[in-house]
């Protein structure tokens, strides 16, 4: 009975406390920014972070800068199949000669997928992919180095303003797949020793070009 007592009250207390009118001392925490704004651009902000993670970033000054840059890699590389599927992407690499593979021939002997991308994420360094491009999956998965070409008006601050830019860009179409790339591939799981590119390109290359500048 004493234990019975004992309980009531406590209950009781309880719907006291929760009748009680009360200030919420976090009233406005919903307006509250999550992150303290950038010191940096964001072009500065997603270089730091995309490197930060194993990503390798390379700034164009221009669409020639870009083209020597591949250039240089495909050299340092021996890369000699390397793929781009994106009409946009193949009429630029055209425009200056640069070679490459515009159908899926020997795909399985692929030395790097060249691709555009939806966005670039400056908090986190994170690339967003979708399936809505020509590039379309398997080019940001299987070959063993992804080169992604990016712009600056792609730059957002975090996740939430890049799947706002998707909203935006496809209103009510979303793309089935939408995915958020954060350096190459890496797994800890056999040892716990980092192992880059277990689950697809164990190199990624961003190359940013600023789009103010250059025709895109």
């Not at 020597?68 to 994106?86: Q, S, T, V």
């Not at 992804?146 to 909203?167: P, R, W």
Request: charged fraction near 25%.
């Amino acid at each position: 009975m004493k234990e019975s007592t004992s309980k009531e009250q406590i209950l009781k207390r309880v719907r006291v406390a929760l009748l009680e009118k009360r200030d919420n001392p976090y009233s406005n925490l919903e307006e509250t920014p999550l992150y303290p704004p950038f010191e940096d651009p964001l072009e500065i902000v997603f270089a730091k972070q995309f490197s930060a993670v194993a990503g390798k970033f390379v700034f164009c000054d221009g669409e020639i800068d870009l083209v020597e840059n591949l250039l240089a890699l495909a050299d340092k590389h021996a890369l000699r199949k390397m793929y781009a599927w994106e009409p946009k992407l193949q009429e630029l690499l055209n425009h200056y000669g640069f070679p490459f593979y515009s159908t899926d021939t020997d795909f399985d002997k692929a030395d790097a997928g060249i691709t555009l991308c939806e966005a670039l994420v400056a908090r986190n360094g994170s690339i967003l992919l979708s399936n809505a491009s020509g590039a379309g999956r398997r080019l940001s998965i299987f070959p063993s180095i992804h080169i992604v070409i990016a712009y600056t008006s792609q730059l957002v601050g975090d996740i939430k303003d890049g799947l706002d830019f998707l909203k935006t860009k496809y209103k009510d179409e979303l793309p089935s797949m939408i995915s958020l790339v954060t350096g190459p591939s890496r797994t800890a799981d056999i040892e716990k020793t980092l192992v880059l590119g277990a689950h697809g390109p164990r190199e990624l290359y961003l190359f940013l070009l600023d789009d103010s500048i250059v025709n895109v």
